[in-house]
C-alpha cells in the first residue's frame, strides 16, 4: 500500500511521471505534457487509441490541492492494475497530476490566490453579483480571519457556540448553503471563488474543449476527499447529467451517489464540464463526476468539525499563532480531514477506489474482463 501514498509533492509528483513507461504497454505512442503553473507545474500523461477515437478516460487530482494525495494514489493503482481491462483499440487516456500544485505541495486546498478551484469556472462571470452570497456575508466574521490565534481553545469554543447557536435557529443550514455557493467578495475568506479565471482552471477548460472535440465520449472522474460517509466512496455530479440517484447506482454499482444542482453550487468545474458539451458539442457523450473519499462521517457533529478544520486552517494561514498547541492542533485536524495517515483509511481509498473505477468504466461500456 505504502508505494501508491506520497508525503510530498514532488515525490507524489516523481511517482506519477513513472507511470508513463507503464501506460506505454497499452499507448506505445503515450506522451507527457507538462504545463507550468507558476514555480510548479500540470503533468498530462495522455495515450490515444490506435483506431478510432471512441471514448477518452479523463481523471484529475489535485483540484483542491492537499486532496490530490488519495486521487494520485488511486491513479497509480490504475495504471498498475486495472488499465489492462481498459479497451485500448478505441478509448485513450488522459491522467492529470495536480491540477493545483501549490495547493498540493503546502498541503492546502486553496491556491496560491486563495481561490478554491472548484468554485472558479464561473460559466458568466459577469452576471454573477459581487455579493451573490448573501448568507456569507451575514456570517463573514465567521468566514473571514479576524485577527491573531492567542488561544486555540478560546478560537475553538468561539466557533462552536456560533454553531450551535445556529443550529437551533436553522443557521447551520444557511451555514451549508453558504459554503456551497462559495463567495466571490472576500479574497482572504474562506471558499473563495477568485475574481478572474485562474490559470489551472484555464489550462483544463482546454482540456475539456479539446477531448469533446476529439472523442465521441468522455468519462471523467476527478477525485476528491474529505465528503461522505467515513472510509467510503461518494459519487458528486451536477443535475445536468439529467439522471437520478437511484438511476446513477443502479448503473454504476455505487452505494453513495450525490446529485447536485448547479444553481446552488457556483462554479463547479464538472458542470462547467456539461456547460462546455451542451453549448458546443450536443452530439457528445460526457460523464463527469467528483468521487470524494468521507473522512469525518457525515453526522451534524462531523460537518462542524469540518467547518472548525476550515475556518481555523484559513485563520492560521493569514494571522498566525503564537500558541504552538494551536498551530499543531489545527494542521493536524486539516490532515485528518483531507489526507488521513489512519491506514484503515488509506486501504479504504485504494479498495473504494477500484470498486468505482471499474463500476464507473463497466456503466459506460469501457471495461473488458480479461
Known sequence: MSQYFSSSYEESREKFLNLLSEVKRFYPKAELLTHSIGDESIDV?????????????????????????????????????????????????????????????????????????????????????????????????????DGVID????????????????????????????????????????????????PSAIFLKGIQHDLLERYGKVVHLDWHTALGPTNEV????????????????QAYGLDNVNVYDPDEVLGDSTNHFYYVRDTEYPDKGLVSALFEFGTFGTSTKASIREFLTIILENRLFFE???????????????????????????EAVLREGAKAVEGYLKGEALWRDT
Not at 491540477?99 to 478551484?117: A, S, T
Not at 478560546?154 to 451549508?176: H, N, P, T, V
Request: glycine share 10%.
Open 320 to 346: 498566525g499563532t503564537k500558541d504552538p498547541e494551536a498551530r499543531n492542533g489545527i494542521q493536524n485536524e486539516f490532515m485528518a480531514m483531507f489526507y488521513p495517515e489512519n491506514a484503515d483509511w488509506r
Open 151 to 198: 488561544d486555540y481553545h478560546e478560537a475553538r469554543e468561539q466557533i462552536y457556540s456560533f454553531l450551535g447557536s445556529g443550529i437551533k435557529l436553522d443557521g447551520f443550514k444557511a451555514m451549508s448553503g453558504a459554503k456551497g455557493m462559495g463567495q466571490y467578495q472576500f479574497p482572504k475568506g474562506v471558499y473563495y471563488g477568485g475574481d478572474e479565471d485562474e
Open 45 to 145: 500523461i495522455l495515450g490515444e487509441p490506435k483506431r478510432e477515437r471512441k471514448a477518452m478516460i479523463l481523471m484529475t487530482i489535485g483540484e483542491h490541492g492537499i486532496e490530490g494525495y488519495a486521487g494520485a494514489a488511486v491513479t497509480h493503482q490504475f495504471v498498475q492494475t486495472q488499465l489492462a481491462h481498459v479497451r485500448h483499440e478505441t478509448t485513450g487516456i488522459c491522467l492529470i497530476h495536480a491540477v493545483n500544485p501549490w495547493g498540493m505541495k503546502h498541503f492546502r486546498r486553496v491556491n496560491e490566490h486563495n481561490v478554491d478551484l472548484n468554485r472558479n469556472y464561473v460559466i458568466d462571470r459577469e452576471s454573477v453579483p459581487y455579493n451573490v452570497n448573501r448568507e456569507y456575508e451575514l456570517m463573514r466574521h465567521l468566514f473571514v480571519p
Open 234 to 249: 461518494t459519487m458528486v455530479i451536477s443535475k445536468r447529467d439529467g439522471r437520478t440517484e437511484d438511476e446513477l447506482k
